[in-house]
């Protein structure tokens, strides 16, 4: 029999043990074989030795990753308590280049998941990286940290942000204003990114010289696009001729990553997603790499997950429904809105 009170310093407690102890209580579903008890500033462990040591070892590092990062998602307390991982080591050793960037105020941009770690990793080993999975697990802001990081260390020249000026749910036409002023809302999601990561007067500087530009996909036709880390985001909603289109824009030295949700797709019925399309018959094409994010990689809040979550177990509910009463599987349209085929 064992027993450890570690005293916490320096943290918020409420931030460290999250409301009605969400957090605290999945420390005690990792280790159900001991007796986990917070009382103010102490934390008792008592149980069986191994266990009560691997526990003092996540909660530490849970302590670590609040000191460091200011605060602590619940989402990265639920991977750490993975059994035998240690998925957030990158976080606790900056040495090993884990931090993707420093942003505005000091801040330090990092990843953030699992699947965020393998999108940096496949990204330095290829020029071309597919990063598809739902809303909210970081696919752009981790694109664009990237873009970021490789203009800061003159890897490239200038960065490239563009997306297809597809409509969800509403007309673009009835939008006010010109034609830019139709279009930005579009490509807002690339500037809130880059707010982040360079300051205000610089982006300036950058936007007009074109060494950041943001443009909507059809503004990529019939240019050479050399130098540069380009991003293509949303392109679930591009069809086959323009993701063939975008892909070879790319010149001898560019890097590009393309994002998507296949499970929010706004092309109209009937119309096959160029991303899928492009997924199936690159993939195995050396120089290009496919990662997949799910939603155990959402970064967003705590409710993403579970609304995510709630959809899809939604529409297997109704397919198997139709299945039931039709006796056979039901048509969909060719490009499904299935994030798996």
Known sequence: MSEIILTIEDVDPV??????DVKLNLLRRAFPDISI?????????????????????????????????????????????????????AHLNDAAGKVLVHGNDGKVIRVKTLNQRKLVEAS??????????????????????????ALKNRVVKKIILTR???????????????????IDPYLRPLYDALDDMIPADKLKYFMETRVIEIAPLAYMRGRTLDNAFIILDEAQNTSSLQIKMFLTRLGPTAKAIITGDLTQIDLPMNTRSGLRKAIDILRDIEGIDVIRLTVDD?????????????FERDGVQQRQQWEESHGRIPFRRPESNDEEE
């Open 124 to 149: 330095e080993r290829n020029d071309v990286v597919f990063a598809v999975g739902p809303a909210g697990t970081g696919k752009t802001y981790t694109a664009v940290a990237l873009a970021v990081r």
């Open 15 to 20: 931030e460290l043990y999250g409301e009605n």
């Open 298 to 310: 959402v970064v967003r809040h705590r409710l993403v997950k579970e609304v995510i979550k709630a």
């Open 37 to 89: 008890t917070a009382r103010g500033s102490n934390l008792k462990l008592s149980g069986e030795k191994k266990f009560t040591q691997s526990a003092k070892g996540k909660f530490e590092q849970m302590v670590r990753l609040l000191k460091e990062r200011k605060n602590l998602p619940i989402q990265m307390v639920e991977e750490l308590m993975l059994e035998g991982n240690n998925p957030f080591q």
């Open 164 to 182: 297809p000026a597809v409509e969800a749910g509403e007309s673009l036409g009835y939008l006010p204003g010109d034609l830019k002023e139709k």
